[in-house]
């Protein structure tokens, strides 16, 4: 009979395997930590949504909403959607219950998987998981900075360095006179134009200043900013920021290219990119954000000016790997118990769950193996002491104690295991 085919993980989709974990933990506490500090509180949406939530919010012009959700229709025959992001879910979180009473802003943080069918390529996955901080009730400048602010300590405190690009789309009015703009500029130069600028033209132009073709990008130096056609409120409240971030001194750079990929961004939007990744080109913008004032209104909620940033996590991994960053991985024992026959491999199981009620760290092996193979393992795990329990130990109630550093290893009667371990590993 023909062997079975063995199951791997689906395109665009990774597992992230034990030694990558103190990594992971690594940047997950530091980004929950300085969140924290910050006076953010965690919460937690669930992965699947109301589809309309996402084409609201996102926009039904954008790649995301046109070619990346990951829809389906539940048992029910309701569209359902697994989030591509987490600000459209805190922001329906947030309606939902009724938040908007409590003091302002009201700032939250999650942390976990999103969803987007992407072409896979470096840096880009289908599964991936972001960071993300919103501070919501705030239309001040400060908080636009405070997010900047953040999106930068962060990335600080892992040991990246990064350059903030900043820009402003506006307001959604004096947009829609820029896009008017751009589109007549755009328009004598169609038959230049890559495919995808051709069907952005139509139904996103403000995207087209992010295509990344060659022909596109000379065109684009040459394409009126938006930064010159921002309404007063927008240029002011952009001023502001810029005033904020160089008090801060945090590193920035004026970027009129950066328009994000989704439509509920107003005034202030930036990417966060690392230092020596100019362009973002190898892999991709680490994080990004803005102020979406219109979010809250757009969603049935009351008008509620708001902004935040996310971090890719997979993107910020790599880029420490790329640096070679070592984190340690815990020690996780203290003792290890090995094991010899039928009954001392019972007895050493509850000897283990006394122990392990009393809060000492102990291991042992499930499988039969010699003494050899065992003390090898203690090794393995760094422990301090094995325990070790034999045929004549199970039959005399007695277990010998060997200290792993100096190698002496001494025989107790059992009733004072606890004392003997007290002595060696808590005194
Ligand atoms: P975004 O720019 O779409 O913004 O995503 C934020 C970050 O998530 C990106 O900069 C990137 O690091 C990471 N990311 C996005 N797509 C992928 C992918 N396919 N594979 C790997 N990493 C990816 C948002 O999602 C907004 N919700 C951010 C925000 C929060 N704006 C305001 N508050």
Known sequence: MSKKRAFQTIRGMRDVLPQDMPLWKFVIDTCENAACAYGYSRIETPLLEESGLFVRSVGEDTDIVKKEMFTFQDHGGDSVTMRPEFTASIMRAYIEHGMMNQPKPVKLFETGACFRYERPQSGRFRQFHQFTAE??????????AESIGLSYAVLKELGLEVVIQVNSIGTFESRRAYVKQLKSFYQPKMRYLCKDCLARIKSNPLRMLDCKKKKCVE??????????????????????????????????????????????????????????????????????????????????????????????????????????????EEQKFDIFLAHLGEEACKRAFLIVEGLRAKKYRITYNLCKASLKHQLELANKFGVRITLILGEKEVSDHSILIKEMDIGAQESVPLPKLERELEKRLRA
């Open 219 to 328: 065109m684009m130096l040459e394409a009126p900013q938006i930064i010159d056609h921002l309404d007063e409120e927008s240029k002011n409240h952009f001023v502001k920021v810029l005033e904020y971030l160089d008090a801060f001194d945090l590193p920035y750079a004026l970027n009129p290219q950066i328009v994000r990929g989704l439509d509920y961004y107003s005034k202030t939007v930036f990417e966060i990119w690392a230092k020596d990744d100019e362009g973002a080109a190898r892999t991709g913008a680490l994080g990004g954000g803005g102020r979406y004032d219109g979010l809250a209104d757009i969603l049935g909620g009351c008008e509620t000016p708001a902004c935040g940033f996310a971090l890719g996590l997979e993107r910020v991994i790599a880029k420490l790997k790329e640096k070679n960053v070592q984190t340690q």
């Open 135 to 144: 501070i919501i009730g705030s239309q001040e400048a400060a908080a636009d």
